[in-house]
């Protein structure tokens, strides 16, 4: 088929290609989820569902050229999905949650190719005839963490539709080449010319956030991702949550200025600079489409002459906001900007840390789709040795969780960490949240 550009979110995980072995294009950079599914099930018809939605979105059948000069996409003809079927009856009833996150996790410790068409595969464990669990690992390179769940809301519509039940229709979807052809397109437009001019000021002079490892990157210790998992308990989450009903910001602002303010403290610096991801999908006619929309957006906070807490999640609110209006850029062309930013996270005994929090989208809680219930399983809270990849450091993601509490988790390279230097650090960013949620107007340098 004719060549397609690449989006710039995919060329710039071609940035750092490090073959099919490692690296974003490596076995291991993948999203897993998993959902409880409640009522009686039909193998042969959840493979034919699965088949629907690759057929449906094109990210799910598309190659990636990486090879002989330059990088391009090609979309392929559907191909099966693969759905392996595991028999869980010897689970007793008492256990079954258990066994459905240790099932989790052994699909997230294991692998995918990116280069497998399509990128894609399910496990389905049955418990019994009325109780089952189906996780999905897709290869990070054709989606992303909102993309999974569009691709189970639209599993569970074809395969209601395929058991003859009226679910009425999907919403269309664009298909992703569209949105790689419009935002090469988009460059030359005053709106990114601007953004662009924002993030060349906003990041003048300005030096990412990075962590001392406890092995250098010189070591050649082979690249592994581990997990490392905690709860932020309901009492803190509870003033989390009313900080940011007074000051009119997102419960994620909030947590962020508490990471900010470890921050300060382990770098020593009135200048932050904390990575984050957003879903990068700005443009409404993409939120049904499934690909690699997510943008790494650099936040930077000046907490020179910041008096209280208070005023600390005013300024994160602000420096927020700022680079939300620019979130259009994508990530490449934010650094191309500030050629800079990135140089202490390069250093050999150094790296990156990105911060993420977000609600868990309910599209799939407990919600009956023709004859099934489905439930995402969130509440995950054992660590791991090994996980998906992320690359050269760590990443924080707090949940909110229907519970009251924040389910959280540290993936970090173990290659470069101890997991007792992610939890000490965890260990502080709690004390230093708890300290300022519960007495924002104390003074900063308590």
């Known amino acids: 088929m004719d060549q397609i550009p690449l989006s710039f979110n995919q060329q710039f995980m071609c940035e750092f290609d ?227 009903r007074l000051k009119r910001c997102t419960p994620f602002m909030v947590l962020l200025a508490g990471f900010t303010r470890l921050v300060q403290r382990i770098s020593d610096t009135n200048d932050v600079v904390v990575p984050t991801f957003t879903p990068g999908r700005s443009e409404e006619e993409f939120q049904e489409t499934v690909g690699l929309f997510l943008n790494l957006l650099p936040v930077r906070i000046d907490l020179d002459g910041c008096r209280d807490f208070g005023e600390l999640v005013d300024r994160v609110r602000r420096s927020c906001m700022d680079a939300y209006s620019h979130d259009h850029v994508p990530t490449g062309l934010i650094l191309d900007e500030a050629p800079n930013l990135m140089d202490p996270a390069a250093e050999d005994d150094r790296a990156a840390c990105v911060f993420q929090a977000f609600p868990f989208p309910f599209l799939l809680d407990g919600e009956p789709i023709g004859d099934l219930v489905y439930t995402e399983v969130r509440r995950r809270l054992r660590s791991q040795p090994v996980g998906s990849e992320v690359p050269n450091g760590a990443l924080w993601t707090l949940n909110f969780d229907p519970e009251g509490d924040v389910v959280a988790a540290v993936q970090f390279n173990s290659n470069l960490f101890h997991e007792s230097t992610i939890a000490a650090m965890v260990s502080e960013y709690l004390t230093v949240l708890r300290l300022s949620v519960t007495d924002p107007e104390a003074p900063l340098n308590r």
């Open 18 to 244: 490090q073959g099919d072995e490692a690296g974003p294009f490596g076995p291991h950079h993948h999203v897993v989820h998993g959902w409880r599914l409640r009522g009686e099930v039909a193998v042969d018809t959840m493979r034919a569902a699965l088949d629907d939605v690759v057929t449906r979105h094109e990210a799910l059948r598309t190659e990636i050229v990486r090879y002989g000069g330059s990088g391009h996409q090609r979309v392929l003809p559907p191909q099966p999905v693969t759905l392996e079927t595991r028999d869980l009856s010897y689970v007793t009833p008492a256990d079954r949650d258990e066994a459905a996150t240790e099932l989790i996790t052994e699909v997230e410790s294991g692998t995918i190719s990116a280069g497998e068409l399509p990128p894609i595969r399910g496990l389905l464990g049955r418990f019994d005839d009325d109780d089952h669990i189906l996780v999905l690992i897709v290869h990070h390179i054709a989606a992303d963490g909102w993309s999974v769940r569009l691709v189970i809301r639209d599993f569970a519509h074809r395969y209601a539709v395929r058991r003859g039940l009226d679910v009425g229709e999907l919403p269309p979807a664009r298909p992703y080449r569209e949105y790689a052809v419009r935002q090469r397109a988009s460059v030359t437009e005053p709106a990114v010319e601007s953004s662009r001019e924002y993030w060349r000021d906003a990041l003048r002079g300005g030096r990412i956030f990075s962590l001392p490892t406890d092995y250098p990157k010189s070591a050649g210790i082979p690249e592994s991702t581990a997990v490392y998992r905690f709860l932020i308990d309901t009492e803190v989450v509870t003033a989390v949550l009313e900080i940011a």
